[in-house]
Every structure is written in C-alpha cells, then in structure tokens.
C-alpha cells in the first residue's frame, strides 16, 4: 500500500481502504450509482459535480478509459470510491488510476462498498470528506475523527455554483433543423444524439439570457441536465420560466418544441409553478423501471439526480400532466403539455453509461421540431 485512505460520514462512520487517483482530499456529498459498466462516464457526468461517488459494482477499472467515453471535458466527481480497483487494461487505453491522477481526482479502494451503500439508503445521503496519510497511519482513530469532522464541516452544495461551474462555452455542431441548447451541465451524447438525427445545435451557456438564445430564432430548445437543487439557482430556473413563456405565448400556431432532460425536467417543474424536494438518496444507476402513463410501456432508464418534482404541487391549470412515473418509488419521471410540443423527462434519454433504448426521445422531439418547421 502505498498510501491510506479514509472515507468519513458526518455520522461518524469511517471506511478506510487505498488510495489511488490524485493525492489530494476530497470533500462533498457521498451518493452511489448502481451501474455495472461505465465508470468513466459516470466520473465526466457534470450532474456528479460536488459529490463523492460509490460505485456499487464491485470491479472497477478493468477495461481502462478512452478518449470517447469522456462526456465532458473533465472528471466532475469530488472522488470515487470502490471495492476492487483493476488496473489491468488494452495498451491502448488509459487505465483509470492515471486517467483520475491526470485530472487531479482523487479515489478510495478497498472498501465494503455493499455496507456503505446499506448505510447510505438507510440514513439518506449524508456529506462526506475522504482524506489520504502514509502507509503507517493507516486505521488511526485520530484521522479518523479529523475525516468525520470535515465531513460535518463541508458547506452545502447549494452554497457553490455547481451549475456555472459545469457549464462550457457557447459552440455549434452539426448541420440540419437548429436546436438551441441551455447547457446546465449537458453531457456529451445528448449533443451527439440530436446532431446524429440531423440537427444544427448551439450549446450556449447556462448563464446566457432568454434574448440571447432566441436571438439565434431555434427551431427548438433543450434545457440539458445536471448537477444540484434547482430551487438553489434562480436566475437560470427564471431564464427557463421565460423561454418557456415565450414557447407558451407562441401557441400551436407557432409551436417552439422543448425538451427538459433531468435537471431541465426540474427547471421546467418549477416554471410552471410545481415545486421540487430532495429524494431520501437519489436515483443513480442504469436500470431504473419507468412507465410511459401515454403508452403504458415500461422502460429501463439512466437516472442521476438528487430531487424531484412534487407531483401534488403541479398547477391544474398549467396544462401540464405528469406522463411518466418511476415504478420503484412512483416520482415523476416525466411532464407533457397537453396540447403544445413541450415535453420533460427525470431520467437520461441518452444513457452513457446506461441503456439505449430511450433514444427515441429526441427522435420525437425532432419530430416535433420539423412539424413545427413546416407549419411555418
């Protein structure tokens, strides 16, 4: 071993295991994803931003990191934790030890990830602080108690621009019907879904105004996931309300479609008047049952989020009714505008890690989107 690592909880508990990744100590919430492959994405996914990872699986790393399985431009993890770390991987590949240390993240291995995660649904997600010490003060109550204290002392999530910080540049790719997209945190493979099914997408910033975005007259917009409460940002769940008035005031006969993808779906919730709280320890994983209330089929779904919408709080008369529902603990996982092409969903239509079978989402969106075009 050559270093020690522990991982503390604001409950007391401590974990202590080997270090790999950056040197350095982390800090933020501990939450766990159940996902059996798709580590790197799971790291790049800036809805993780400001939380400490447990991955459930028990083997991690065994077939190393690449260059296109990043779905962002960095790691957004605060750490990750697993139970065996593999180093082995193809020649061409990074393994996932290096690919942490190159972008200064560090991660814990060797623990009892099944009695964590057992800790985690009982008591809820919980902060954490994760700090390394040489070889010889390994298991050291001292450090112990100084890992506890500074997962007490960890400042709430809602107190960092989590979202400005995830957010890029503004960029255009792809050719065909333009979709205007809100980047809250977006990851990588929605882009690549809507630019595979023809469409010209500008990613703006999540701090660009409704004038701004409009000014580039979309043909429709997406308001992307990521990470945080979206009751802690209120100047962009406002740029949201107004992008939304303006797709509302524009009516069927110039119908502007829009699609909200996990915090999008939160940001739309609360636009329309609904309210948003915190799940007892999230949805994190790939393989989440959801019914589509429209259809009445179940899929298997992507999930990474730490809030929902509160169903009861929907106005009636907002035109808004949930259409899909998640059938472990019956949140909503899903809103449609009765009567205009405005549609939201909790889970990731686009997986990475996850299954595909949700794609069809933006092929439906982009159905919208040509209707709307040719209505012109």
Not at 76 to 97: F, I, Q, S, Y
Request: hydrophobic share 40%.
């Amino acid at each position: 071993m050559s270093r020690a690592a522990v991982l503390a909880l604001e409950d007391g508990s401590a974990w202590w295991g080997e270090a790999f990744g950056d040197a350095s100590s982390a800090h933020g919430e501990v939450v766990f994803n159940t996902a059996m492959t798709g580590y790197q994405e799971i790291a790049s996914d800036p809805s993780y931003n400001g939380q400490l990872v447990v991955l459930t699986y028990p083997l991690i790393g065994n077939y190393g990191t690449f260059d296109r399985a990043s779905e962002s431009r960095r790691p957004w993890v605060e750490a990750l934790v697993v139970r065996e770390l593999d180093a082995t991987c193809r020649e061409d590949t990074l393994d996932l030890d290096a690919y942490l240390r190159q972008h200064g993240v560090p991660g814990i291995a060797g623990v009892d990830t099944r009695a964590l995660v057992r800790r985690l649904r009982a008591a809820g997600t919980l902060r954490g602080a994760l700090l390394q010490v040489p070889p010889h003060l390994a298991h050291d109550p001292g450090v112990a108690q100084e890992a506890v204290a500074k997962a007490r002392s960890s400042a709430p999530l809602a107190s960092r621009p989590l979202v400005v910080e995830a957010s890029g540049l503004t960029r255009e790719v792809g050719s065909g019907v333009k979709v205007a997209m809100l980047d809250t945190g977006v990851k990588e493979n929605q882009i690549r879904c809507l630019v595979r099914r023809g469409a010209k997408v500008r990613v703006f910033p999540a701090t660009a105004s409704p004038r701004e975005v409009l000014s580039w007259s979309p043909d429709g917009v997406v308001v992307t996931n990521g990470p945080g409460d979206p009751a802690a940002i209120p100047r962009i769940a406002q740029s949201v309300r107004l992008l939304l008035d303006a797709a509302l005031q524009r009516g069927a006969a110039r119908p502007l479609p829009i699609l909200g993808i996990c915090l999008g779906h939160q940001l739309i919730g609360r636009a329309i008047g609904a309210t948003t709280s915190r799940l007892p320890f999230g949805h994190h994983g790939a393989n989440h049952p959801v019914r589509d209330l429209r259809t009445g089929e179940v899929v298997i779904t992507s999930q990474n989020h730490e809030f929902q919408v509160d169903e009861s709080s929907i106005p009636s008369g907002s035109g808004f009714v949930v259409s899909a529902r998640n059938l472990n603990d019956g949140s909503v996982e899903g809103l449609a505008h009765e009567a205009l092409p405005i549609r939201t969903y909790q889970y990731h239509p686009e997986g990475a890690p996850g299954p595909r079978d949700n794609e069809p989402v933006f092929d439906e969106f982009l159905a919208d989107v040509r209707r709307a075009v040719a209505a012109r």
